[in-house]
């Protein structure tokens, strides 16, 4: 069984969950170096593709987190964290969500 689980998912360790205050971001890394962004709203943690669907701008770096929305600074597009869909113009592309788990206190992301 766990063998059929490696299979299908891998969860990879990010970071301590305690790092992360209520109501910010941060970015982490894949093993393969891939960004991605890690958002704290209320207890939840959730995990997008940290890149904004509209042009070439890392969202933790160059956005805004306001409750479960981020906001690229860019072109005031936005997105909802806990889906990833865009939800307001010009950003018509769903970013990538990932699974989050935190496990003895440590944000892990399911790919
Ligand atoms: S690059 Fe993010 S809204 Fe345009």
Redesign the pocket.
């Known amino acids: 069984m766990r063998d059929m689980q490696d299979t299908m998912s891998k969860l990879v360790p990010l970071f301590p969950a305690a790092e992360l205050e209520e109501g910010h971001m941060r970015q982490a890394h894949l093993p393969d170096g891939h960004a991605l962004a890690v958002y704290r709203v209320g207890d939840q943690y959730y995990a997008t593709d940290d890149r ?6 890392s ?1 933790t770096e ?1 956005g805004t987190l306001d409750g479960c929305i981020v906001e ?6 936005s997105f909802n964290v806990t889906t990833g869909e865009p939800v307001a113009m ?2 018509e592309v769903a970013l990538k969500i990932y699974r989050v788990q935190v496990d003895n206190g440590v944000v892990h992301v399911e790919i």
């Open positions: 904004c669907t509209h042009g070439e701008v969202l160059e690229c600074s860019f072109h005031f597009g010009p950003c």
